[in-house]
Nanobody, 124 residues
């Protein structure tokens, strides 16, 4: 059974950089489509970035386009999210997710496997 664990969250100043990592066990991530979601207090869970099993197809939400980059490292069985030019509105709990399909998925109900989340706080 696939297990996902996020790490790398923390406190960063506006305009700063942060890299999140999602480590998988119990399965090889190169057989899964993966995504990153975030949820701020009082807000709906938002899908922000997605990556196909091949690593060729990516999608980004408008809110993070041009600032965030999703990637996978199959040798380490991890998924990364690099976040640049961070804004206070990026503050949220960030989750990685995976689904056992060759097709990219962009909404939370389509994902079967989830990490526990990691807090990202952007504040001066």
């Amino acid at each position: 059974q696939l297990q996902l664990v996020e790490s790398g969250g923390g406190l960063v100043q506006p305009g700063g950089f942060l890299r999140l990592s999602c480590a998988a066990s119990g399965g090889s991530l190169d057989r899964y489509t993966v995504g990153w979601f975030r949820q701020a207090p009082g807000k709906e869970r938002e899908g922000i970035s997605f990556l196909s099993p091949s690593g060729i197809t990516t999608q980004y939400a408008d809110s993070v386009m041009g600032r965030f980059t999703i990637s996978r490292d199959n040798a380490k069985n991890t998924v990364q999210l690099e976040m640049n030019s961070l804004k206070p509105e990026d503050t949220a709990v960030y989750y990685c997710a995976a689904d056992h399909t060759v097709m990219i998925r962009t909404t939370a109900p389509e994902y079967n496997y989830w990490g526990q989340g990691t807090q990202v706080t952007v504040s001066s």
